[in-house]
């Protein structure tokens, strides 16, 4: 019931409105209040994540954001690089895709590329569904949309992208086809991997596919790692 009442005036904030964000390192970055929880602006998203993310990531490191959004992590990501390092967001939702561009036109963001694909075990095609919240959209046999899909590992061999020294996936469902994407990228520059699973199956995929390449895991939750959807993955 508390908790509410907090919450009750954020709902008179136009969608559209455009506000500070309250605290942490993007404190005094521009935020679009409507385009996610209001949790992104007022400095309490994914909290613990959140700190796992900052402590991951140092100046002038290359970072990958798979399945950006509207670009939270990506923004983030900026400010702990700096100008030496360099942010890759990939976001296949159009409407996602043009807000985390807005996002970093209005903060003047210059250290960062976004990729409107999803990221897959390979260079295709395939359906998506955007799904009723963006933040929900995902790759889909039943969807309604199409988009490109590509490998890590080809975008870095054709020189598309820098080698990475952090990656978080958040893609729902389409983690461990990320993971079998990257990995010549995994096994030749060692990225710390920040990974937000969706599903028992692919979750128990995840797990498996990095302990067989040396990483060692830790849950991000209260929760044990076998059930924990927020993992972080050093080499």
């Given at each position: 019931?508390?908790?509410?009442?907090?919450?009750?005036?954020?709902?008179?904030?136009?969608?559209?409105?455009?506000?500070?964000?309250?605290?942490?390192?993007?404190?005094?970055?521009?935020?679009?209040?409507?385009?996610?929880?209001?949790?992104?602006?007022?400095?309490?998203?994914?909290?613990?994540?959140?700190?796992?993310?900052?402590?991951?990531?140092?100046?002038?490191?290359?970072?990958?954001?798979?399945?950006?959004?509207?670009?939270?992590?990506?923004?983030?990501?900026?400010?702990?690089?700096?100008?030496?390092?360099?942010?890759?967001?990939?976001?296949?939702?159009?409407?996602?895709?043009?807000?985390?561009?807005?996002?970093?036109?209005?903060?003047?963001?210059?250290?960062?590329?976004?990729?409107?694909?999803?990221?897959?075990?390979?260079?295709?095609?395939?359906?998506?569904?955007?799904?009723s919240s963006g933040d929900l959209a995902h790759l889909s046999e039943t969807g309604t949309e199409r988009v490109k899909t590509v490998a890590l590992d080809s975008l870095f061999a054709a020189g598309q992208i820098r080698a990475p020294r952090v990656i978080k996936i958040d893609v729902e469902g389409a983690e461990l086809e990320a993971l079998c994407g990257a990995v010549?990228?995994?096994?030749?520059?060692?990225?710390?991997?920040?990974?937000?699973?969706?599903?028992?199956?692919?979750?128990?995929?995840?797990?498996?596919?990095?302990?067989?390449?040396?990483?060692?895991?830790?849950?991000?939750?209260?929760?044990?790692?076998?059930?924990?959807?927020?993992?972080?993955?050093?080499?």
């Open positions: 019931m508390f908790g509410r009442l907090i919450r009750s005036p954020l709902k008179l904030i136009p969608r559209s409105a455009v506000v500070p964000i309250l605290q942490g390192p993007l404190r005094g970055k521009k935020w679009i209040a409507g385009s996610s929880t209001h949790g992104c602006w007022v400095g309490s998203f994914e909290y613990e994540k959140q700190l796992a993310f900052r402590r991951a990531v140092s100046r002038g490191d290359v970072v990958y954001d798979l399945g950006a959004n509207v670009g939270f992590y990506t923004l983030l990501a900026s400010v702990l690089t700096g100008e030496a390092g360099h942010v890759y967001s990939f976001e296949p939702l159009a409407a996602n895709a043009t807000i985390l561009r807005r996002h970093l036109a209005m903060n003047r963001i210059r250290n960062c590329t976004v990729l409107q694909v999803a990221v897959a075990a390979s260079d295709s095609v395939a359906r998506f569904d955007p799904s010549r990228l995994m096994e030749a520059h060692r990225p710390v991997i920040l990974l937000a699973t969706h599903g028992a199956e692919v979750h128990a995929g995840c797990l498996k596919f990095l302990r067989d390449r040396g990483y060692r895991l830790e849950s991000l939750t209260v929760d044990p790692m076998e059930i924990s959807a927020e993992i972080l993955a050093r080499p």
